[in-house]
Each structure stands twice: as C-alpha cells, then as structure tokens.
C-alpha cells in the first residue's frame, strides 16, 4: 500500500484530513465514489476529481510498473537459462576435453616408452659393434706382431 501523502498534490496538511476521514492509501483513495470525497471537508468537486485522477494514475503506473517487473523478470528468467544451457555446454566441452587429454597423456607415455626401449636396443647393438670392431683390430695388431716375429726369426 502506498501512503496518501506520497500522491502528487497532497500535502502533510491534506494527507492528515483524508487520514482523519479514513483514507489511509492512495489505492483507497482510487476505489472511493467521487460523493464520498467531497464529503470530507475542504474537498469540493474538482479538488475531489484531481484526487481520484491523481490516484487512479498513480496505480496505474504501478501496475504498468508490475507488468514492466514482470516482463524484466521473465526475461531475467529466459537469460538465466540461457546461461545454465551455455554452461552446460562449456561443462560437457570441458570434461571430454579432459577425456582427451589423459588420452594424449597415455599415447605420450607409450610413445615415450617405446623410444626408450629402442634406444636401449640401438645403444646394445652399437656396443657390440664397437666391441666387434676393437676385437677385429685387436686380431689385426696381433696378427701384424705375429707376421713381424716371423719375419725376425727368418733373417
């Protein structure tokens, strides 16, 4: 409810008469026959037509300020969920994102592991080469100081 005195064109001295008279809201005021406000002393005719214009008015443009909220609210309601859809969405991207990732991770890891294994290999078959080929040259050098002893004891 609104107080009388919040109605343009009522003043704390009107405000206090309508009171007196039992007109405590202007949607009081707004129901009241145009007779019964020219009752109360010191409202003639016109003064009692002002009033229930100036009330009537005045709840009007609450309701149309009711209708307005209404309307906000509802559109309030609509983008909010649009809002929880759209998150949705962003949570759903997320988690098979997610899924993805530790897919890679475990690719990463095998392919990780499978690089260590064949290095280890390559690295084992290099070293028996070298060993194979310090071994030739060991046979070469020896075979060499074996054909000079030769020669030696020949002379």
Same mark, same amino acid.
Request: charged share 35%.
């Given at each position: 409810?609104?107080?009388?005195?919040?109605?343009?064109?009522?003043?704390?001295?009107?405000?206090?008469?309508?009171?007196?008279?039992?007109?405590?809201?202007?949607?009081?005021?707004?129901?009241?026959?145009?007779?019964?406000?020219?009752?109360?002393?010191?409202?003639?005719?016109?003064?009692?037509?002002?009033?229930?214009?100036?009330?009537?008015?005045?709840?009007?443009?609450?309701?149309?300020?009711?209708?307005?909220?209404?309307?906000?609210?509802?559109?309030?309601?609509? +983008?909010?969920?649009? @809002?929880?859809? /759209? *998150?949705? !969405?962003?949570? &759903?991207? %997320? #988690? $098979? =994102?997610?899924?993805?990732?530790?897919?890679?991770?475990?690719?990463?890891?095998? +392919?990780?592991?499978? @690089?260590?294994? /064949? *290095?280890? !290999?390559?690295? &084992?078959? %290099? #070293? $028996? =080469?070298?060993?194979?080929?310090?071994?030739?040259?060991?046979?070469?050098?020896?075979?060499?100081?074996?054909?000079?002893? /030769?020669?030696?004891?020949?002379?």
């Amino acid at each position: 409810m609104t107080a009388i005195s919040e109605l343009k064109g009522v003043g704390p001295a009107l405000a206090r008469v309508l009171q007196e008279n039992g007109v405590q809201s202007v949607e009081a005021l707004a129901g009241m026959e145009e007779q019964q406000l020219r009752s109360i002393p010191g409202i003639g005719a016109s003064r009692a037509g002002l009033l229930q214009d100036a009330a009537r008015a005045h709840n009007g443009s609450a309701e149309a300020d009711g209708e307005d909220l209404s309307a906000r609210l509802a559109a309030a309601e609509t +983008a909010l969920q649009a @809002a929880e859809e /759209k *998150a949705a !969405k962003a949570q &759903a991207k %997320a #988690k $098979k =994102a997610k899924r993805q990732a530790a897919q890679l991770m475990e690719e990463f890891a095998e +392919a990780k592991e499978k @690089a260590k294994k /064949k *290095a280890k !290999k390559v690295k &084992a078959k %290099a #070293k $028996k =080469a070298i060993e194979k080929e310090k071994a030739k040259a060991k046979a070469i050098l020896e075979g060499n100081g074996a054909e000079k002893k /030769k020669k030696k004891s020949k002379k």
